[in-house]
Nanobody, 125 residues
Framework: EVQLVEFGGGLVQTGGSLRLSCEASGSNIEHVYSAYGMGWFRQAPGKEREFVAS????????TYADSVKGRFTISRDNAKNTMYLQMHDMKPEDTAVYYCRRSRDGFGEVWTDYWGRGTQVTVSS
């Protein structure tokens, strides 16, 4: 069993920056967290939840949605069981609830239903 909790949401102006964190916990998390890919998803009001970024188990390879590529950076610190999303040059369309999610594998190719509860990000114009 894995628990995921997001931190860092809030209000930011257009063009500003925000850093989100996702902390994983649970039984034997220290032994298993580094084996799995992780990802960020988001859901804006009235829209479907969408993929934002993913990172493989080691952090050596990342993938981004076209809408955020060049502005957002996903990273992870396996020693802290934590994943991050650094967001720059934020736009109003980035406004959404951001969720972290664990992959079933080490590459973020097949996803589990291990979600965080989400953190609200609001970008003002």
């Amino acid at each position: 069993e894995v628990q995921l909790v997001e931190f860092g949401g809030g209000l930011v102006q257009t063009g500003g920056s925000l850093r989100l964190s996702c902390e994983a916990s649970g039984s034997n998390i220290e032994h298993v967290y580094s084996a799995y890919g992780m990802g960020w998803f988001r859901q804006a009001p009235g829209k479907e939840r969408e993929f934002v970024a993913s990172i493989i188990w080691s952090g050596a390879r990342t993938t981004y949605a076209d809408s955020v590529k060049g502005r957002f950076t996903i990273s992870r610190d396996n020693a802290k069981n934590t994943m991050y999303l650094q967001m720059h040059d934020m736009k109003p369309e980035d406004t959404a609830v951001y969720y972290c999610r664990r992959s079933r594998d080490g590459f973020g190719e097949v996803w589990t239903d291990y979600w965080g509860r989400g953190t609200q990000v609001t970008v003002s114009s």
